[in-house]
């Protein structure tokens, strides 16, 4: 059976939220998202590791970290972590008739739709957005999230109409992420890493910005926060051992730089994620 995710909000949308045409239902995130029942749509936004994607009567797709899956809650498709791996995934699920007039009008395509969007900063701000709102639930919050889901699927069919590049820079993004996913990675070593996947280091670093929209260091960043994120609000692990479990150099230089994109110190971030429950 699929585990609890480590944050679930639930909402219960209003008749005002309905009429509005566009409304979230559920809001979450963790490794085994659980499985989607109803009508409507849900977004699955892998921001660590790898997944298979699992659709009756299609062959098995394997999607990385930076992949947003669109799926139809009455489609038979499941996302399935990939055995020893460790991944995260953030799920939003929705409804109304705005998405059946876009579906309608083709706009994109047909279900489960697979979307490379890399780490694009502005759709997990406004993931950030709906998750603000579904915690804390102020006046008309409904409709808010309405406003910024619909911000978030403009942006994403934008990127379905776009594309993502050549073949071989997605090849070269891919490893490139494995690469720097890894917590003994060596921050200094970018040109060493451009070397090991067979390109000049000028083009490494300009084809990873054409794809995620990061520096190679701002993604490993992204990354390292993210897991610092949930270990803090999922573990009991002192802050020393999860800035060594990082690979930062020290205590102090971790908490400096989880200031520097929270505006919290680690243990005040962690404290106020136990009073929010």
Request: proline share 5%; with cysteine.
């Amino acid at each position: 059976m699929p585990q609890t995710p480590s944050h679930l909000w639930k909402i219960l949308p209003t008749p005002q939220d309905e009429a509005w045409g566009l409304y979230v239902t559920a809001i979450g995130s963790g490794e085994d998202p659980p499985i989607l029942s109803g009508n409507g749509w849900r977004l699955h936004f892998l921001v660590r590791g790898t997944v298979g994607l699992v659709m009756q009567g299609r062959r098995r797709l394997r999607l990385e970290a930076g992949e947003v899956v669109l799926l139809d809650a009455r489609g038979e498709a499941l996302l399935v972590p990939e055995p020893r791996t460790t991944c995260r995934i953030h799920f939003v699920d929705f409804a109304g008739h705005w998405m059946e007039h876009w579906m309608g009008l083709g706009f994109f395509g047909a279900l489960p739709r697979v979307i490379r969007t890399g780490f694009d900063e502005h759709l997990l701000g406004l993931i950030v957005r709906l998750v603000e709102l579904a915690r804390n639930q102020p006046p008309d919050a409904g409709r808010m999230m309405g406003g910024a889901l619909a911000h978030l699927l403009a942006r994403l069919e934008s990127a379905t109409r776009q594309g993502s590049g050549t073949g071989k820079q997605r090849e070269l993004v891919q490893g490139a992420k494995r690469l720097l996913s890894d917590s003994e990675w060596d921050r200094t070593g970018l040109e060493g890493m451009a070397s090991e996947l067979g390109v000049s280091y000028s083009w490494f670093r300009r084809s990873f910005h054409t794809q995620t929209g990061f520096t190679p260091q701002r993604f490993r960043g992204l990354q390292r926060l993210d897991r610092a994120c949930q270990l803090l609000a999922d573990s009991s692990m002192p802050v020393g051992e999860i800035a060594r479990l990082l690979g930062f150099s020290s205590q102090a230089y971790f908490a400096r730089m989880f200031r520097k994109e929270t505006g919290l110190a680690p243990s005040i971030w962690r404290a106020n994620q136990l009073r929010r429950g």
